[in-house]
């Protein structure tokens, strides 16, 4: 394969953008706006507009110097700075513009060449506009699917035919009698008035991201973006700051006549030097250019697109002279497809409308970087941020003075898209200012909770849970997620020693591909690979230290070992964690949940310890999934005497009553020394099953047989130590005695 060739800021960037913004509307249009505003209001106009466009290139040009600009142009920068959707969201619809106005430049190329069809030939059939315009579609198609320098170099003749037309146009006025400049505004054939007059003026002044769409064929895309863009932007506007001033002094034609909207290139026609044999030529360059324009850019983005995911990756294959052909020609099958929809004009608004919200994204990129200081961000021109939204906010407003259902749908568009590909959870390569939205924001929550007292009202489970591996333990991470119920918080850990050589090395990638296996699942966890010297006494440090500032972990969680060493130092460990005031939750699952709506949760109420408080919330926070809200908990305590039963009753009906929990209370008497037999036979059918975790073990051994057996019998058990301070439980929930 030969090496692509690559240009340079004059030819890549300045050529494709000139000729955008010095395009059909300058001819077709000038001399109606004069006609109609006169000469001060018609600078207003192009100050206005060119502001909005100008800002928009200060923008780009920022994002342009901050980054290593890659094959898309702007589809790539606004995807690289807001993430991969919202690249999406622009990218897609912006590569269907750029390839429907393939249609229109040469739809309008085939009208123009057809008005000189002369009328003693006959009128033309009507099929002949449409094989002109297939015919013109096939040409730029073919041309720039073959070798972009080519079509480049073969805008230089039209920007010189373009730019003897403006000097005809110039030479034309001053040879002839000239008058003082027409200032007053009449609205003649704009009723509606000034905004009418601006919303179809600015089409002339937007293209100008043309060059843009070439950074993936450009020498120095960091150098010649801003550079060629602004020099456009900036040349265009001086132009068009002249071309109405010779205009509105000349006496060639009076203010009716340019004020017709049928006159069209006639003004410029009768008014410069050689009339049709200048214009008409530089008319024809100018929309064929622009035709070009699009045909190279329209399918650079189809290719990033496709590099980036999100479209099949055949569309990314390149020739042997480095064109991305395959995306071409299916461009260039589109847009000969749309010749035939009809109603051109109506479509036309459309895309601008859908067009000028890439001005809208690049102008928010540039804003939202500079608002969240994000550190990477270090761009060679620096633009305010107010500066950039700004010009975000002028782009929405001409979208609606264009076309306000066009923008509405324009939005819609996108917010369709963009909500489609974030379901689609796409895997981003790289970082983003999205990103960093969130850690502003994270930053700003965490600041601000670690200024206040968190109150007990404001209780919920932040919980860690240690695992080795998740495929084994989903079903206890689905059991920990629904006690978060969308206000709590859960972490899952894996540690690794210093001995683990691969894993040490590989620690960020197992963190990420433990958030896959868990996005698989549809469920929401954070992930963290902890390292640590020994992993009983790491369990310890990562459980007792972990979380930051308002949100600091209260709740630690093992799985149920399932060796008896692996038991009896998981007991080692709780002991060891429950002086550092962290609630801690030992939990086995023999059995998935049922499906049945009527499920039962049982709470082994023993009256010491105060875990019975721990337990009835968690009870309580269980039951607020949706399908665990017909859940009935139950309450169960053995007593030794009656007395000792009706005591306990009241005590636990009073707790619940001010708890505002409905629940259901079993105090049995004490028939045998066999308690554990009673606590199996009673809550063999329940769901789940809460006990309290006794503290202070001496005999591990003897503890882990008596877990073991409760274990083995049940479907889910949940050992429960309640080690929060007494104002970490929400007052609700606060009980005199356990």
């Known amino acids: 394969m030969s090496k692509p060739h690559k240009f340079g800021t004059f030819l890549g960037v300045y050529t494709p953008s000139i000729l955008t913004i010095l395009g059909l509307i300058m001819y077709l249009r000038f001399g109606w706006v004069v006609g109609n505003v006169g000469l001060l209001k018609t600078i207003t106009i192009v100050l206005m507009a060119s502001s909005i466009t100008f800002i928009t290139g200060l923008s780009a040009s920022a994002i342009a110097t901050n ?30 513009c750029r390839t429907l106005s393939v249609t229109f430049y040469c ?12 009328e003693s030939q006959g009128v033309l059939p009507s099929y002949a506009l449409q094989g002109l315009t297939i015919a013109f579609i096939v040409l730029v198609t073919v041309l720039s699917g073959k070798s972009a320098k080519l079509v480049l170099k073969s805008q230089i003749p039209i920007m010189i035919i373009v730019g003897l037309s403006i000097l005809a146009l110039i030479i034309g006025v001053l040879s002839h009698d000239i008058h003082s400049p027409v200032t007053r505004a009449t609205y003649q054939t704009a009723p509606e008035g000034f905004w009418y007059v601006f919303a179809v003026f600015f089409p002339a002044v937007t293209g100008f991201t043309a060059g843009i769409g070439m950074s993936g064929d450009l020498i120095d895309p960091k150098k010649s973006i801003p550079k060629g863009t602004l020099a456009a932007v900036i040349s265009g506007a001086a132009i068009y700051l002249i071309i109405p001033l010779v205009l509105s002094i000349t006496a060639i034609l009076t203010l009716e006549q340019m004020a017709d909207p049928n006159a069209g290139v006639t003004i410029w026609t009768r008014i410069a030097v050689f009339g049709p044999w200048i214009v008409y030529p530089a008319v024809w360059g100018a929309v064929l250019s622009s035709a070009f324009g699009s045909i190279l850019g329209g399918p650079r983005i189809l290719q990033a697109l496709s590099m980036d995911g999100l479209m099949p990756k055949f569309l990314s294959k390149l020739s042997k002279s480095g064109q991305p052909t395959i995306a071409t020609w299916i461009s260039g099958i589109i847009a000969i497809a749309a010749v035939f929809l009809g109603g051109l004009n109506t479509i036309a608004q459309y895309v601008s409308v859908l067009f000028l919200t890439l001005y809208v994204a690049v102008n928010v990129s540039a804003a939202i970087e500079q608002l969240i200081k994000e550190p990477s961000y270090r761009p060679k021109i620096h633009v305010p941020w107010f500066v950039s939204l700004l010009g975000a906010i002028a782009a929405m407003v001409v979208m609606w003075l264009i076309n306000p259902l ?3 749908f324009a939005l819609g568009l996108e917010a369709v898209i963009l909500i489609y590909l974030i379901s689609k959870k796409l895997e981003q390569q790289w970082g983003d200012a999205a990103t960093g939205i969130w850690m502003h924001m994270g930053r700003y929550a965490l600041l601000r909770l670690n200024s206040k007292n968190v109150h007990s009202r404001n209780w919920r489970p932040i919980i860690i849970l240690f695992v080795n591996e998740l495929k084994g333990h989903m079903p206890l991470i689905k059991l920990m997620e629904m006690l978060g119920q969308n206000s709590g918080l859960l972490t899952i850990s894996k540690l690794v020693t210093f001995e683990d050589k691969q894993e040490l090395k590989r620690r960020n990638r197992i963190a990420f591909e433990m958030q896959k296996e868990l996005e ?44 008896l060493e692996g038991k009896i130092q998981e007991l080692q460990i709780v002991n060891n964690i429950a ?7 030992i939990a086995h699952i023999n059995k998935p949940f049922s499906e049945r709506s009527n499920k039962r949760i049982d709470i082994w109420w023993r009256g010491e310890d105060r875990n019975g408080d721990l337990m009835l919330l968690l009870s309580y926070l269980i039951r607020l999934n949706r399908k665990w809200k017909k859940a009935v908990i139950n309450i169960l305590s053995v007593a030794n005497t009656k007395e000792e039963k009706r005591t306990l009753e009241a005590l636990i009906q009073f707790s619940i009553h001010e708890a505002r929990i409905d629940a ?34 001496d005999n591990f051994e003897k503890r882990t047989h008596i877990m073991e057996r409760i274990v083995a019998n049940l ?7 309640n080690n929060g301070m007494e104002n970490d439980i929400p007052v609700i929930f606060s009980l005199t005695k356990d």
Not at 74 to 87: N, T
Not at 539 to 557: D, E, L, P, R, W
Request: glycine content about 12%; charged content about 20%.
């Open 520 to 563: 698989k699942e549809g469920l929401q966890a954070l992930t963290e690979v902890n390292v640590v010297n020994d992993l009983k006494h790491g369990m310890f440090q990562v459980a007792a230290s972990h979380g930051i500032a308002g949100i600091k972990t209260n709740t630690v969680v093992f799985g149920w070992s399932s060796t």
């Open 715 to 721: 479907k889910v058990v949940v050992f429960t130590q």
């Open 579 to 585: 002086a550092s005031g962290k609630n801690i939750l």
């Open 107 to 118: 739809y309008g190329l085939s009208e123009a060449i057809i008005v000189l069809w002369p």
């Open 664 to 697: 259901e209370i079993n105090v049995l008497i004490k028939d045998s020394e066999d308690v554990l037999g009673t606590l199996i036979d009673k809550s063999r059918k329940a769901d789940i099953v809460f006990c309290g975790l006794a503290r202070d073990v």
């Open 67 to 96: 980054i290593k600009v890659g094959v898309g142009g702007e589809y790539y920068m606004i995807s690289r700075s807001l993430g991969l959707e919202a690249g999406g969201a622009i990218g897609i619809p912006l590569y269907l």
């Open 406 to 408: 066009a923008f509405i």
